[in-house]
């Protein structure tokens, strides 16, 4: 099931190939000159023809609402999307795109920044520097990629933002390199951890930081998790007015609700959009999404990816 958010017919006006087979998408709406705000860490949906939902982070100024970017990097092992797009799009295109939202957001009253961005998790760290430069808050970005020759978006990185302000560390260049652990671990008064990026990035910048409190420590993942590789066993999910819900192994909670007649909303299906986030009351979960934070999960669940010993009461 889409999620219901307003779709928009949006013009594709500009699409340029950036380094790492990366390509970068601006869009336009072709009647208002105004597009819906969105905020530092926001995403869009993209609506492909065959059905397929894909998420993209909006990598442009959030002060420019004439028009939305989004960088979109060509995965040879993915789903087929990012090929369709690199394919088929081209200046005069039209793309479905939702109004954004965000599971990723900046709080900028929270004091100093530390930004990290892994190859093209750069697109929502991108946006959250500019906010902070403009606002003349303290912020650092790193930016970790395998050389300088494949990454994306380092021009608008390196124009756009002071660069006293940004590290950028290659794999091949000895003298860039900057071990995660020894960068995370001090951490100055207030400070807090926002960080994007391929899955072994994630997982690495993930246990240089375990020692940061609860609440500092934000992130976005373009993938779920690994999985422990334990097969899924049956649950079963309990509703607000009593009635019950069997899960089988081989059945997504999210399936298994929507046999039930529980009409929730999702987009990915794959743990990575919250479209189908929750209520939890009451259960052991198994978390297995991308985007519910260590707080947000003692009262959240999102019933796509999401499984549960026993039996799981929710707020449905």
Not at 38 to 62: A, T, W
Not at 245 to 252: G, I, K, L, N
Request: proline residues 9%.
């Amino acid at each position: 099931m889409a999620s219901p958010r307003i779709i928009m017919k949006l013009t594709v006006v500009a699409a340029r190939k950036e380094p790492g087979d990366v390509l970068v998408i601006d869009v336009k709406h072709p009647r208002k000159s105004l597009l819906p705000p969105f905020e530092p860490g926001s995403h869009v949906d993209v609506h492909l023809p065959d059905g397929k939902v894909r998420q993209y982070s909006l990598c442009g100024d959030p002060m420019d609402l004439s028009r939305y970017t989004i960088a979109v990097k060509r995965e040879q092992a993915g789903r087929g999307g990012s090929a369709w797009i690199h394919e088929t799009v081209a200046v005069g295109s039209t793309l479905p795109v939702s109004a954004p939202r965000n599971h990723f957001p900046l709080d900028i009253g929270q004091g100093p920044a530390m930004l990290l961005a892994g190859g093209i998790g750069i697109t929502p760290i991108v946006a959250m520097a500019r906010v902070m430069e403009r606002l003349g808050r303290p912020y650092e970005l790193h930016y970790f990629t395998r050389s300088r020759a494949l990454t994306p978006l380092l021009s608008v990185t390196e124009q756009a933002l002071d660069a006293s302000n940004v590290r950028l560390h290659f794999d091949d260049e000895p003298e860039t390199r900057q071990d995660l652990e020894s960068l995370l671990a001090g951490r100055s008064a207030d400070a807090q951890l926002y960080y994007c990026g391929p899955p072994g990035f994630m997982a690495a910048v993930d246990r240089a930081a375990a020692h940061w409190p609860d609440g500092t420590v934000h992130f976005e993942a373009f993938q779920p998790p690994e999985r422990d590789g334990v097969p899924p066993a049956p649950f079963t999910i309990e509703l607000r007015d009593g009635t019950v819900v069997p899960v089988a192994a081989d059945t997504s909670a999210l399936a298994a609700l929507r046999t039930a007649g529980v009409l929730l909303m999702a987009s990915c299906e794959n743990g990575v959009c919250g479209t189908c986030e929750c209520g939890m009351l009451e259960g052991q979960p198994i978390h297995q999404d991308a985007v519910l934070s260590k707080e947000a999960r003692a009262l959240r669940f999102m019933p796509c990816v999401s499984r549960a010993t026993g039996v799981l009461r929710l707020d449905l």
